[in-house]
């Protein structure tokens, strides 16, 4: 099975940056996904990383390092529209098929 | 391009009655999934679908759940009978899946939100 460790809740003051850690155990391990979900919304994707390495997207950054079981998303420049809660989740080969398992989740919380 | 619609958006049900969910993928997307997320988790994969065969529904309590995806489109989650713990949101995605879509980036639709008296 899968298993999935982010911290539940994150306050930063706009304009700042923010880090949200994940660390996995999983077997069949192919990539690390990053789903941000507003109160209310639906999950969108964010960011993927197969490889270990920093991953670049506009303010969000990536990152995965698979002989630590670990990755992170970076945001840089904190808006107020950044407060939502991101899920990381880990893309494995389970029951014949790719499978995705998502953490429980971040609550991001950006104060003025 | 339309995103994946869902359909009802809310629906409050006493236990042990039934409830249906209905999901329309983004055109074109091959692969829909049915997820259940309670309150403060993430989403939990209930059912797989590539085309209209069931790829993966390990984690679908069968005895109470069931879902079809007819003609590889459209498809229809159902709940019967309910239970108090069944509360929770219901979404569904999809994604193209082709070979070349390393990422397997899935697109979700707004959910059914269920509550269970």
């Known amino acids: 099975g899968q298993s999935l460790e982010q911290p539940s809740e994150v306050t930063a003051v706009e304009g700042a940056i923010v880090q949200i850690n994940c660390t996995y155990q999983t077997s069949g391990f192919y990539g690390l996904s990053w789903y941000q979900q507003h109160d209310g919304g639906a999950p969108t994707f964010l960011s993927y990383?197969?490889?270990?390495g920093l991953e670049e997207t506009g303010r969000f950054s990536s990152f995965l390092s698979r002989s630590d079981s670990y990755g992170y998303l970076l945001l840089q420049e904190l808006q107020m529209k950044d407060s939502a809660s991101y899920f990381c989740a880990v893309r494995a080969v389970g029951a014949g098929s790719y499978q995705l398992t998502f953490g429980k989740g971040t609550k991001l919380s950006v104060i003025p | 391009e339309a995103g994946v619609a869902q359909s009802p958006r809310y629906k409050i049900i006493e236990k042990r009655q039934s409830v249906a969910f209905w999901c329309n993928p983004i055109s074109g997307h091959a692969t829909l999934y049915w997820y259940q997320q309670i309150l403060g988790q993430g989403p939990k994969l209930l059912i797989q679908f590539q085309n209209n065969g069931v790829v993966d529904d390990s984690q679908l309590p069968k005895d109470r759940f069931s879902a079809e995806r007819l003609k590889g489109v459209d498809s229809t989650l159902k709940i019967q009978p309910a239970k108090l713990e069944d509360s929770a949101v219901y979404l569904c995605?999809?994604?193209?899946?082709?070979?070349?879509?390393?990422?397997?980036?899935?697109?979700f639709g707004p959910g059914t939100r269920l509550t269970v008296l």
């Open positions: 990383n197969a490889l270990d």
């Open positions: 995605a999809s994604s193209s899946r082709g070979l070349a879509d390393n990422t397997d980036t899935q697109y």
